[in-house]
């Protein structure tokens, strides 16, 4: 693993790039900085997995408590109903639930010097690469976002949740999962999107989810783990800088795209199956899906790759949104 990061250290040289510990004098005492300052830089740790995470995950949260099928312990006879305004007072503790776990899962991957090394080359503003505070300082941060999350969560729901994403987390950063292998990295980036989804789930209906809501995510679950290897094909350079061994750098451009259009077409297809969509959740589907498969196989470069990793992200939304489309 050293090796890689020294390659990658030397690849951004070459690029006249430089990382934080080239000049950590130049980063100020982050406990100096306004308040202000301070919510800014973790916003900037979470800002690029609003669309990933925050806006999918609260509609797939919504749609199922709303869903005709009832799939937590708190349905409409249940002891905090979970339609109309029931679901409405909740949001905000299913928003404040989705982003303080979200912020120790981005504080935690990118306070690593690998992640580090990566980000001077695809984000660069993000907080530890705009040196707005240190590796040390990032720590810091983690420990009070732990404690925060898990907090919040055994007093208004998702705590199981949260627990198991701290130790998926753990198992993706410490344990250098992200690195054991194309397959074990997507199950637990899998495993992570699931537990935000029981979470959402759990909290904002306030109660606890039967067989059919587990049965539901784990195929969202299996959705993600053959297809997320959308978001690869964008970041194929900072990937290499950092000797990740993606699909695309692993099997080959050709293949990666190949299985992301054959998965994403079989995945469009059986989800309206499991929810028995009526016809607009059949188009939507595979509308955007076919779109997506016929971009990854027909157009290449990083602008039309971020293009269908942008159709990934609105194309697992519209999965998620099924439930509210059931005949």
């Known amino acids: 693993m ?14 006249g790039v430089t990382t934080p510990d080239a000049d950590v004098g130049q980063i100020l005492n982050v406990s100096k900085r306004s308040p202000f300052y301070q ?17 999918p995950q609260s509609i797939f949260a919504a749609t ?39 912020l120790v899962e981005d504080i935690a991957n990118q306070r690593l010097e690998g992640a580090i090394i990566e980000d001077a080359v695809n984000k660069p503003w993000r ?28 007093l208004f729901g ?28 997507n199950a637990l980036n899998a495993g992570g999107l699931m537990c935000f989804s029981w979470g959402a789930l759990a909290t ?34 900072g990937d290499m800088a950092r000797g990740r061994l993606t699909m695309p750098l692993t099997y080959g451009e050709t293949a990666a795209r190949a299985s992301l259009a054959a998965m994403v077409m079989f995945w469009s297809v059986t989800c309206p199956l499991f ?4 016809l607009w959740g059949w188009a939507a589907s595979t509308g955007i899906g076919s779109t997506m498969s016929v971009l990854a196989l027909q157009k290449r470069g990083q602008r039309w790759d971020e293009v269908v990793w ?12 099924l439930p509210a489309m059931e005949k």
């Open 275 to 278: 929810w028995d969509a009526s």
């Open 204 to 237: 904002l209906s306030g109660g606890e989810l039967l067989p059919r809501g587990f049965a539901w995510i784990l195929v969202t679950g299996a959705v993600i783990m053959t297809t997320v290897h959308a978001q690869d094909l964008p970041d194929i350079e």
């Open 2 to 15: 050293r090796k890689m990061q020294a390659m990658g250290r030397d690849f951004l040289l070459e690029k």
């Open 64 to 102: 199922a408590a709303l869903s005709k099928t009832q799939l937590t312990t708190a349905g409409p006879e249940g002891p905090d109903a979970t339609k109309g305004w029931g679901v409405v007072s909740r949001v905000p503790l299913m928003l404040a639930w989705l982003w303080l776990n979200l």
């Open 158 to 185: 998702g705590y199981s949740a949260s627990i198991t994403l701290m130790v998926l987390i753990w198992m993706y950063n410490d344990l250098e999962g992200s690195s054991s292998g194309i397959w074990i990295r």
């Open 310 to 321: 942008k159709l990934w992200c609105l194309w697992i939304t519209v999965l998620y949104m």
């Open 39 to 55: 919510l800014k830089t973790l916003f900037l740790f979470t800002k690029s997995d609003f669309k990933t995470v925050i806006v």
């Open 127 to 154: 907080p530890l690469p705009s040196r707005r505070l240190t590796p040390e300082q990032a720590r810091d941060w983690l420990i009070v976002s732990i404690m925060a999350a898990v907090g919040l969560s055994a």
